[in-house]
């Protein structure tokens, strides 16, 4: 079946600092997602990307629908305590099932 | 006032007995879902309801059986549980396509 996968798995950064992070697939999705989920909650959504190429902002947040189709980026900028949590890549197809990322941990030192 | 909420938040029990969790949406949503997040936190949809439409991922046992009394409720229940089956459950709505999901809080089920 479809599989995502992101990277990195985890990361300890310093407050202030830009994040990066990615996720990739060998198949192509026409549906990009970024969640973030806190401890002890469900998921949220964050930005939701559905065309090749778009590149969207959430406050600092920024994600980008690569070109092939087959990978998606989260930037966060200036990141402050509250930025911690798992944050995961979803991508879905049109009357398929969504397929989440294994998530890559964000922890942020002050 | 709560989306989607989920009783119990947590659930121990003992390995052979029968449990439910109950799910609610508010949202007026038409899709219903139930996600599985293990201890690594990989999160796997197990089934989505829609319009009496029930969508199963082929690897969920079959001593799990959503049942949905009407569309605002999308109800797990697991016969015989198994230790394997101890993992936080997570009941998600959204519109007709799933891209707009919305989590509720998870129910953490232990089998002992």
């Known amino acids: 079946g479809q599989q995502l996968n992101q990277s990195p798995q985890s990361m300890f950064i310093q407050e202030g600092e830009d994040v990066s992070m990615n996720c990739t697939s060998s198949?192509?999705?026409?549906?990009w997602l970024w969640y973030k989920q806190d401890p002890g909650e469900g998921p949220v959504l964050l930005i939701a990307l559905y065309k090749a190429g778009e590149l969207t902002s959430n406050g600092r947040l920024t994600a980008q629908f690569g070109i092939t189709r087959k990978d998606s980026f989260l930037n966060i900028s200036a990141s402050i305590p509250s930025d911690v949590g798992i944050y995961f890549c979803?991508?879905?197809?049109?009357?398929?099932?969504?397929?989440f990322g294994p998530g890559t941990r964000l922890s942020v030192l002050p | 006032d709560t989306a989607v909420s989920q009783t119990p938040k947590y659930l121990v029990t003992q390995m052979g007995n029968d449990k439910s969790i109950k799910c609610e949406q508010n949202l007026g949503h038409d899709t219903m879902y139930w996600y599985k997040q293990d201890s690594k936190k990989f999160l796997k949809i197990m089934f989505s309801y829609n319009n009496k439409e029930l969508i199963i991922n082929e690897t969920v046992p079959n001593r799990f059986s959503p049942k949905s009394p009407d569309k605002a409720h999308l109800n797990l229940h697991i016969n015989s549980l198994e230790l394997g089956d101890s993992a936080v459950y997570f009941c998600a709505s959204s519109q007709a396509r799933p891209d707009t999901q919305y989590f509720g809080p998870g129910t953490r089920l232990t089998v002992l």
């Open positions: 198949s192509i999705f026409n549906t």
């Open positions: 979803a991508g879905y197809n049109y009357g398929q099932n969504f397929v």
